[in-house]
């Protein structure tokens, strides 16, 4: 039996989205699209595709099934309830509410698939077994890759360096400046520092020989063992799901090393590991040298970096932003138990992370195509945030064990990648757009309420001018009116002399005169609905003054007519 000098899982964290226009840059695919989220995020869609040809497969979590049961039994324990519902299939078929999906390619099961990593620091490469190749599917849009690794071959600590720097990488870093004419000698730079020449997983091999520059490309060893007919990083390639990687040019690696020297070396009386160059290249997945040459900041980044609960017992953990390592002796019980450990639970709490660091630069990036818009759409707004929501409550956890050293552990891989930090942040910008989204929907109603009282006021005024002509022409005609209905009634009963009448009309006509210049000045003065009494008042006061000298001067109707009756009779008696 081969001796295990070390194991190395590589974590390759990702959004995807259902494309079927095609677009140009990303951010502006994620600001115009209309479709619902569920139309991009399309579950049941990508679980049809995965499953189709028999590459992915999707089973249910059941201990009895498993080979090993006593570590599935102590990995599912180990963690709560809502956290199992977040790492193990819980269903029997595939159920798009559940939060996250776990599938596994079928033909890597098979043993003797080879990961081999060919470098220009040696001239062998280096062929390491694959254990076990999965995907973990996440309700937010986002998946982990892992490619599980052992290294029964390679037992020095360079060696353990150059996998983990080498291996993890997806596309150059960067490129160099050489004769255009030659395009390999663009990568001759990058190769010589910590990109590898070729990486082969199974039968899909990346030599990143690259000619088009414009983008970047993620590696062919990847996309194929994704499946290249489901994913694609081509922006105008219709129905795929187009991928985006969520670090940048390196995987997150999770290694385990058990050498029983380099342990002792770096837990020694004067505690080297706090300082020591070959614990910072380990932790920090450097392969030449440490990346930082201040003693100062690299016992910081050290202290920050370092869990060293077990550190007298030659067994130190170390965690950043993209690396979980342990080293340890290689005792059995480091092999067989503790490295156990680092790749059931450890690996498990590392999932979790990773994608609750993916998910939550995914809707950073969405709400900032949000927030890009002229107006916002709050219906989109609305939307993306339930599914917030449902992240917040069914992923983001701050705690997923009861055992301590899991706590500690968790705790400080959060700290590491900053998780809380961007949380805050994402909740921030959720708060101020929906207090930008409050802010235009009110000026929308104050403009709707403007114009409903300008047409109102409007519709007030025309009515209001029809009633004040009216107003005017009846307050013109209403002496004469008077006049002639008091007139027609009988009320004047006397016989009018000349003079009576000569002054009734007078009285008339100087009614009239007096009601027209009242109302014009109450129109110059805007005050026509004011006017109508006091007009009325005039013309009464007015007509009255007439029927005072008619009453002076007029003679009875009945006593003339009686004198001439009586007449009539006296010159017929003396007839």
């Not at 910590?194 to 199974?202: K, P, R, T, V, Y």
């Not at 709490?349 to 107006?375: C, G, N, P, Q, W």
């Not at 301590?404 to 910008?429: F, P, V, W």
Request: glycine letters at 4%; a neutral charge; aromatic letters at 14%.
């Amino acid at each position: 039996m081969k001796s295990l000098f070390s194991s190395h899982i590589f974590m390759f964290p990702f959004r995807f989205d259902w494309n079927d226009k095609g677009f140009e840059k990303e951010f502006e695919f994620y600001k115009s699209i209309d479709e619902h989220l569920e139309k991009r995020i399309d579950l049941q869609g990508l679980h049809q595709q995965l499953t189709k040809q028999n590459l992915w497969s999707y089973k249910e979590f059941q201990i009895e099934e498993q080979k090993e049961k006593h570590l599935f039994y102590s990995e599912y324990t180990y963690f709560y309830d809502y956290a199992r519902d977040a790492i193990y299939n819980q269903s029997k078929v595939f159920d798009p509410q559940a939060i996250s999906h776990f599938y596994c390619r079928e033909d890597f099961y098979q043993k003797g698939k080879i990961f081999r990593l060919k470098t220009q620091k040696r001239e062998e490469a280096y062929e390491l077994e694959i254990d076990n190749v999965s995907l973990r599917v996440f309700q937010t849009g986002v998946a982990i890759l892992a490619i599980e690794l052992k290294n029964n071959n390679y037992p020095d600590f360079q060696d353990i360096l150059n996998i983990n720097d080498f291996g993890r990488r997806v596309y150059p870093q960067f490129i160099s400046k050489t004769n255009q004419t030659v395009p390999s000698e663009y990568m001759q730079g990058v190769k010589g520092a910590f990109l590898a020449d070729s990486i082969e997983i199974g039968e899909f091999q990346e030599t990143f020989n690259y000619k088009d520059f414009s983008d970047t490309k993620i590696g062919e060893h990847i996309m194929k063992l994704l499946g290249g007919e489901i994913f694609s990083q081509n922006k105008q390639e219709l129905s795929r799901f187009y991928i985006q990687p969520s670090l940048d040019d390196r995987m997150f690696v999770l290694s385990w090393y058990g050498n029983s020297a380099k342990a002792s070396q770096l837990q020694d009386k004067k505690s080297l590991y706090k300082s020591s160059d070959d614990w910072y290249q380990y932790l920090f997945v450097d392969n030449n040298g440490a990346t930082v040459q201040n003693q100062k900041m690299k016992k910081s980044l050290l202290k920050h970096g370092t869990y060293d609960r077990w550190s007298n017992y030659k067994t130190l953990y170390g965690i950043s932003r993209y690396s979980c390592v342990l080293l340890t002796d290689a005792s059995k019980f480091s092999k067989d138990k503790l490295r156990v450990d680092l790749e059931t639970m450890y690996f498990q709490m590392m999932i979790l992370l990773l994608a609750i660091r993916t998910s939550v630069l995914r809707f950073s990036d969405e709400v900032a195509a949000l927030a890009s818009s002229v107006e916002l759409d709050a219906d989109k707004l609305t939307q993306l945030y339930q599914r917030y929501l449902v992240f917040y409550n069914r992923l983001y956890f701050k705690e997923v064990t009861h055992q301590d050293q899991g706590i500690e552990l968790y705790n400080l891989a959060r700290k590491q990648m900053t998780i809380d930090e961007h949380i805050e942040k994402l909740d921030s910008k959720f708060t101020k757009l929906f207090e930008f989204a409050e802010l235009q929907a009110r000026k929308r109603q104050e403009k709707l309420e403007k114009e409903r009282l300008i047409i109102e006021k409007e519709a007030d005024a025309k009515q209001s001018a029809k009633m004040d002509k009216l107003t005017i022409m009846g307050a013109i005609f209403l002496p004469p009116s008077l006049m002639i209905a008091w007139f027609s009634m009988g009320i004047f009963e006397y016989e009018q002399s000349e003079t009576s009448l000569y002054i009734a009309v007078i009285s008339i006509v100087i009614s009239v005169l007096l009601t027209i210049s009242f109302i014009n000045y109450k129109e110059k003065a805007n005050k026509i609905k004011e006017m109508i009494l006091p007009a009325i008042v005039i013309t009464i006061i007015t007509m009255l003054m007439a029927l005072i000298p008619i009453k002076l001067i007029g003679e009875k109707k009945n006593k003339v007519n009686d004198v001439n009756i009586t007449n009539s009779v006296l010159k017929i008696k003396n007839e």
